[in-house]
T-cell receptor, first 111, second 116 residues
Framework: DAKTTQPTSMDCAEGRAANLPCNHSTISGNEYVYWYRQIHSQGPQYIIHGLKNNETNEMASLIITEDRKSSTLILPHATLRDTAVYYCIVRVADTGNQFYFGTGTSLTVIP | GAVVSQHPSWVICKSGTSVKIECRSLDFQATTMFWYRQFPKQSLMLMATSNEGSKATYEQGVEKDKFLINHASLTLSTLTVTSAHPEDSSFYIC????????????FGSGTRLTVV
């Protein structure tokens, strides 16, 4: 599975959009981009995933560049409850393979 | 849907004793479950992969005789930390893959193990 690079930490004002970048320059054509988050002392929570098209669900939007070498997770209106570590993971879907977690981005939403 | 229940949520045990952690898929059948360990301020590290009815596959550096994994049914996997030592104190998390090719895996809420 391809490696990802994320900033170590970010701050965001409450109510504003949080944009979390992820670089995955070695991504393969059949690898998806997944985003999970982990709130302190809890298990990771699935947010969203995509292959090459932009995706949106009730939690977030995922913007993938045309060359698929990077992506951005967007939380449109960040709340204090969105404070967490966000992990960007690339892997082939439905292979039964495990998820390998990098260091992620620690997002702090500031009142 | 797709809920994974992990029990206990926290446990304190004495050095030298064994501790069992359960991971259950509540509303789906999990053909494969994964066990992770997370030390403070670090990321999740995969320990092993368990497939229902077969032996677990351990990541390099993980002692299979110390971390016993049993996946006897499609809804239950257990991790037993044998002869626990203080350095085994950590946050243990399981995740499960369903039988219908789910796009993402569901994670349990984790178990905080403290060995004293």
């Amino acid at each position: 599975d391809a490696k990802t690079t994320q900033p170590t930490s970010m701050d965001c004002a409450e109510g504003r959009a949080a944009n979390l970048p992820c670089n995955h320059s070695t991504i393969s054509g059949n690898e998806y981009v997944y985003w999970y988050r982990q709130i302190h002392s809890q298990g990771p929570q699935y947010i969203i995933h995509g292959l090459k098209n932009n995706e949106t669900n009730e939690m977030a939007s995922l913007i993938i560049t045309e060359d698929r070498k990077s992506s951005t997770l967007i939380l449109p209106h960040a709340t204090l409850r969105d404070t967490a570590v966000y992990y960007c993971i690339v892997r082939v879907a439905d292979t039964g393979n495990q998820f390998y977690f990098g260091t992620g981005t620690s997002l702090t939403v500031i009142p | 849907g797709a809920v994974v229940s992990q029990h206990p949520s926290w446990v304190i045990c004495k050095s030298g004793t064994s501790v069992k952690i359960e991971c259950r898929s509540l509303d789906f059948q999990a053909t494969t479950m994964f066990w992770y360990r997370q030390f403070p301020k670090q990321s999740l590290m995969l320990m092993a992969t368990s497939n229902e009815g077969s032996k677990a596959t351990y990541e390099q550096g993980v002692e299979k005789d110390k971390f016993l994994i049993n996946h006897a049914s499609l809804t239950l996997s257990t991790l037993t930390v044998t002869s626990a030592h203080p350095e085994d104190s950590s946050f243990y998390i399981c995740s499960a893959k369903g039988t219908q090719g789910r796009y993402g895996y569901t994670f349990g809420s984790g178990t905080r193990l403290t060995v004293v």
